[in-house]
C-alpha cells in the first residue's frame, strides 16, 4: 500500500511555481498576485485563507487580502469584486466560502470575472472545462488529477466511482476523468445518496474518489483489493482521547481501506494541501495568460 502524499506533492508544486516566479522576476516580468476575500470570522475559513497568504508569500506571490465584517450588505461585497475585476495588478481572486446567510453565494461567484475565477467556480468556467476548452479547473479537483498523474496511477479504462455530486468537486471529478487527458479516459459512475446497492458498485471499482462528507462512510468491506482511494473528506470528530477534544476524520475508514488499498490517501496530508498548491497554479496561468 502506498499512501498518496499531498504534503510532499505539493510543496514539490509550490517549489516550481518558486521557480517560475523567479524567473519571471529576472525577467523583468510581471509578479502573479492572488486577492482573496474573506467575509466574517470563521475559524475555518480564516485558517485556510491565511494557509492561502502564508503559500503566496512562499512561492514569491503578491497577495492582497481584503477582510470585511460579518454584516457587509451583498451590495458592499459586488462593490469590492467589481474593484478586482478591473485591476489589472490582480491575476486573480477568490471570495471565501461559506457567506454569511444573508449573501446570494451564487450571486457572488457570477460576479467574478471568469478570467480572474482561480477557484473555477463561476459557470464560464464550468462550462468550458466541460468542453474540454482552456479554463480554470476547480482547484480541489485540479490537485486530485495532478496526485492521479504524478504518482503514475493507470486510469485509462479504469473503473472509477466518484461518491458525491458537489459542484465543487464529484461532478467536475466525473467530468475530469471521462476526458481524453493524461489522468483521464476512465469510464465513470457518479453515487450519492439515492444510489441503490452502492457497495455492490464501490467493490467494482478500480479507483474511488469519496467527496460526501459523512466521516468514515466508505469501509474496508466495500472495496476490492488493489483499488486506489483519494478520500476529499475532512471532518471533526469528537475524540475525549485527543487533547483538543476531536480528531479529523475523511470520508474513508482508513484503518480497514488500507488493508486493502494499492493506493490511499491520508487525512489530513492528503488532498488539502493539494487544494492550495493548484490555486496557486491558477493563479500563475492566469498571469501569463493576461501579460
Known amino acids: 500500500m502506498i499512501i498518496l502524499d499531498g504534503k510532499k506533492t505539493s510543496a514539490d508544486i509550490k517549489n ?10 529576472s525577467e523583468g516580468k510581471k509578479t502573479p498576485h492572488l486577492a482573496a476575500i474573506l467575509v466574517g470570522t470563521d475559524g475555518a475559513s480564516m485558517t485556510y485563507v491565511g494557509a492561502k497568504v502564508k503559500a503566496c508569500e512562499f512561492v514569491g506571490f503578491e497577495s492582497t487580502l481584503i477582510e470585511l465584517p460579518e454584516d457587509t450588505s451583498e451590495k458592499k461585497l459586488l462593490n469590492e469584486i467589481e474593484i478586482l475585476n478591473i485591476d489589472n495588478e490582480i491575476d486573480g481572486f477568490i471570495v471565501q466560502l461559506p457567506l454569511p446567510k444573508h449573501i446570494d453565494e451564487q450571486k457572488v461567484l457570477m460576479a467574478i470575472n471568469p478570467d ?11 462550462g468550458r472545462m466541460t468542453l474540454d476548452l482552456p479554463s480554470f479547473i476547480p482547484a480541489t479537483p485540479f490537485g486530485i488529477m495532478e496526485l492521479l ?14 461518491i458525491g455530486r458537489s459542484h465543487i468537486v464529484g461532478r467536475p471529478m466525473s467530468i475530469l476523468m471521462s476526458q ?11 453515487a450519492h445518496s439515492r444510489t441503490k446497492n452502492l457497495a455492490e458498485i464501490t467493490k467494482q471499482a478500480d479507483i474511488i474518489i469519496a467527496a460526501l462528507g459523512i466521516p468514515e462512510f466508505l469501509t ?3 472495496v476490492k483489493e488493489g483499488v486506489t482511494i483519494v478520500d476529499v473528506g475532512i471532518t471533526r470528530v ?6 483538543r477534544g476531536y ?6 475508514d482508513f ?7 494499492s493506493y490511499i490517501t491520508p487525512v489530513p496530508g492528503g488532498v488539502g494541501p493539494m487544494t492550495i498548491a493548484m490555486l496557486l497554479k491558477n493563479t500563475l496561468i492566469s498571469c501569463k495568460r493576461g501579460h
Open 16 to 25: 516550481e511555481i518558486a521557480i517560475e516566479v523567479s524567473k519571471l522576476k
Open 116 to 126: 480572474k475565477d482561480v477557484d473555477g467556480f463561476h459557470p464560464t468556467n464550468v
Open 149 to 162: 498523474e504524478r504518482y503514475k496511477i493507470e486510469t485509462s479504462g479504469a473503473n472509477v466511482v466518484v
Open 180 to 190: 481524453k487527458r493524461p489522468a483521464g479516459n476512465a469510464t465513470v459512475t457518479i
Open 220 to 222: 474496508g468491506n466495500m
Open 238 to 243: 469528537d475524540d475525549t482521547t485527543k487533547k
Open 247 to 252: 480528531r479529523l476524520a475523511g470520508d474513508v
Open 255 to 261: 484503518e480497514s481501506v488500507s488493508k486493502k488499498a
